[in-house]
């Protein structure tokens, strides 16, 4: 501020004397015109020489004469004293911690159960560590529900006993156990009069023998032209309770070999199936050789390949597939976009059909297994994760497929189901988009959840029988405190539709649709809801109490026709670790 108003003050008086002068030699240039001009008056005029004043003189020079300043005498003593430069680094004082107990990690653990609907739940598991790179163990799992329907029943059983070793540069892994499912032909089908059709229920209860067991060589970080193998071997034996009975043998194996940047390797594997029943037998054999060739960077991997798969036994048959995919890191670690194509034989079986539904009549020459095949499978799409905290997936599918099998109700026996196929010269199509997320909200809360949307194009049959074109799964936890525990889950599912022949058979709670002039009708299965939810609270480090509500809607929704699900089930109970 002082040093603009020295500038104001300058300017003003520059200013000022400026206009001063101006005003003088304005008056004078008027008195020198109002002179008479003669001739014999001249005014001589020198040129401005502009003159320079001296530049100021210095007023007073330095004195360059040395003087000695006075310098105090100093007189020292001995120091018995340090100075502490190290503040706050002295020793530490040991301070005794207080007393906190670790959670003490188990092995074992024994659950027990009960609810309504006559449900009691049991499991057992027991596992050693006593050896470093060795664990052994085994389990026991009972659950068995009664519904409200009449010979609404369900139990399962299973018993297993593994192991897992490593020795050296190979890992041993392997399984051996026995599993039970029983219920029965419950459904619920009546005739235009309301009288039942199912008079009585037959049992149906399938038994699982299986033996799982794998060889795979260990990973090695230091090698750069690393060979990496595995050989796998799995078998079952499995029946249900009249004399429909399925064995199966397969073994399986990989090499690649890595060579800079490039990988080279070879599958093999070859699946012997065969079925029995009272009238049928059918051998169902498939070997496959895929080998393949990959480039793999930084932030891409491309295979290359092909795949030779044969069917032989009471059929044959051979197809070769083309086997590419690709994965390129958009953002690495945040992003990445795959993609493939490719084809395959796609085993139809038994096991897996009963799986889904229990309710197979028994097969025959009109009710018998055929392989599906995928003549084109086209995918891709964009994955990546943040950290442990979220990860998504999102992927695009087109596929183009022979035999795709169905259900569809037995002619005579509204209660038992019949294989179904899409069969004909041309392959159908189906178009799908599946999604995944996972997110870690917070320490407390952790959600996730998969959705599959599919439209199907069929040559053949008008639906696809039983088989929903959008599924959606969520699930959440919640840890509340270290010892209370909270989760959830829902499950929705499209409306589907069934294929029931024409006959007696009320179908007075269902949207009917006549199927052409095939004898058939269609019948609608709206879509369902299922939540459920559980609680636990560790009461102790070694015992705990939970309750768990499944179908917390009491919706009695089917999945198939005339075979409604439990309703509103409640479950509580007791685990103890040791």
Partial sequence: MIFQESIRYRFLFTTVLCGVVLVGYTQEVTQRDERPATIDSIDVVRDYRPILADAVKIRQSPDMTNKRQYQPDFSYSIIDKKLDINTGTKRLTIQEMPFSRTQQLTNNYVKFGAGNLGTILGEVYLSSDYWVDTRVGGYVKHLNQQGTFEEQKFSSQHLGVFGRTVYGPITLDGEVGFKRYGTRFYGTVADADGTSLNVSPAKQAFNDIYFTGEITSNYDDQATDALVYSAKADAYIYSNAFETKENSFALAGYINKQINAFNVGLNVSGDFTTVKDASYNLANHIGRVNPYIRFQGPNYNITLGANFVAEFGDSSRTNIFPSAEVDFALVPKYAHLFGGIGGDVNKTSFKTLSGENPWLA????SNDIRNAVDRMYVFGGIKGN????????????????????????????????????ESGENASTVIGLEGELNVR????VTVGGR??????????????????KMRMAANARFNISDKLYIDGELLFQGQTYGLVPDGNIDLSDYAITEVGTTGMRKATIPSFADLSAGAEYRATDRIGIYVRLNNMLGANYERYLFYPRLGLNVIGGINFSF
Avoid at 388 to 393: E, S, V
Avoid at 455 to 466: I, K, S, T
């Fill in 451 to 468: 959705v599959n949307f599919n439209e199907f194009d069929l040559q053949q049959q008008e639906e696809a029988w039983y088989t929903p």
């Fill in 386 to 421: 943040a950290g442990a905290t979220f990860g998504y997936k999102v992927k695009a599918l087109y596929r183009r497929v022979e035999g795709m099998p169905f259900y569809a109700i037995a002619p005579g026996r509204p209660y038992e189901f019949n294989l179904l196929y």
């Fill in 441 to 444: 909200i917070s320490e407390v």
């Fill in 362 to 365: 028994a097969l025959g020459s």
